[in-house]
């Protein structure tokens, strides 16, 4: 399946430090992943994307993201290798997919865009051909148009914006994308179970403004694990031998960059942490990092021996899977509660 990682710093980056350079880049990982465990297909060739915001406002150009995306396989794609040498940007969005649903064309490559916000999705929405028609017809005229592809994972957007309170607004306060983001999971949840579908749903989504950033890690069973989501944080993100050999610094306490990402794009275990099984990590404007348990009916609580236990096949089938290491103790960095949805 599909793999993306996100970066957000205090300063831009240059693309080509995470698309390129570091030798388990998300291209390299696109062909030669070697975290991973992926018993269905080991190459993600069905086209990437890339978006990014501008470091500086400017009125003209507008506060939209800009997306490259194409449909040739991102390691083979001279464009992406030029212009990821030329951009800088403390926002990014990466995509790289294999296909499952939907055609190999552009208007399938992730991320996809309305208005400030993008949307990627790693995972699958099990059986949504039966829930599609039902989805359509929650969505107003406006936002059924937006949808210009034919994945499970653009129809899940299509929903996202129909949660917002006014998906045309100019700024997203992190706790509206975060209700938006709940709403969505349980409405998916609840076509599903209406139309008596049992396989699990893998929904690994996240979103953006622009200043925020909400990711989940989820999956539509108490019993499964869902596919593999990392985060790391600290100071620097800096090649540290040659040969594209890359590490997460911390120099203090301050966090300058946070990335999350499908799978480490380095070979440093101690720079990246799990992100637990049905739990939201949210990036905020100030750079803060919380993770939030997603309570409902599929959420087995860390006291409970069975959220250790959660089977590995299911995701590991798909190729949505990497090695579990130790799991480190959730990080809230603030008194958020936990969410019920």
């Known amino acids: 399946m599909c793999r993306f990682v996100i970066y957000k710093g205090t ?41 990014w915001y501008d470091s500086v406002y400017d009125e003209e150009l507008g506060s939209q993201p800009c997306i490259f995306t194409s449909v040739t ?69 406006e936002i059924f148009n937006v949808v210009q592809g034919n994945t499970d994972s653009e129809w899940a957007f299509g ?31 609840t076509y599903a179970e209406d139309a008596g579908i049992t396989e699990p749903s893998l929904m690994n989504f996240c979103v953006t403004d622009g200043e925020s950033v909400v990711a989940t890690r989820y999956i539509s069973s108490r019993h499964d694990e869902a596919a593999s989501l990392w985060f790391s944080s600290g100071t620097t993100f800096s090649e540290y031998a040659k040969g594209g050999h890359y590490k997460m610094s911390k120099a203090d306490k301050r966090e300058n960059i946070i990335m999350i990402a499908s799978e480490p794009l380095t070979f440093e275990k101690a720079d990246w942490m799990e992100i637990r099984t049905n739990s939201m990590a ?37 190729g949505l899977l990497s090695p579990r290491r130790a799991l480190a103790p959730v990080q809230v960095r603030d008194n958020t509660p936990a969410i019920s949805i």
Not at 14 to 33: E, M, V
Not at 160 to 189: G, Y
Not at 287 to 308: C, E, G, T
């Open 11 to 51: 300063s831009p980056v240059q693309l080509s430090h995470l698309l390129t350079r570091p030798c388990h880049s998300i291209i390299n990982q696109a062909f030669d992943s070697r975290l991973r465990l992926d018993r269905r297909r080991p190459i993600n060739g069905d086209g990437f994307g890339v978006g």
């Open 73 to 141: 396989p991102a390691w083979n794609n001279a464009n992406l290798i030029r212009l990821a040498e030329k951009i800088k940007s403390p926002l990014v969005f990466a995509h790289v997919r294999a296909t499952t649903a939907g055609s190999l064309s552009l208007d399938n490559c992730h991320p996809f865009v309305f208005g400030k916000l993008m949307f990627m999705h790693n995972g699958g929405i099990a059986d949504f051909h039966l829930i599609k028609r039902r989805l359509q017809t929650a969505l107003t005229d």
């Open 159 to 189: 929903l996202f914006l129909a949660q917002l309170p006014n998906p045309n607004a100019k700024c997203f306060p992190p706790e509206v994308l975060k209700r938006a983001m709940l709403d969505t999971i349980a409405t998916l949840n």
């Open 282 to 318: 949210v990036i905020t404007p100030k750079m803060n990092l919380l993770q939030i348990p997603i309570i409902d009916k599929f959420y087995v609580p860390p006291s409970d021996p069975a959220s250790l236990n959660r089977g590995t096949d299911f995701a590991a089938a798909k």
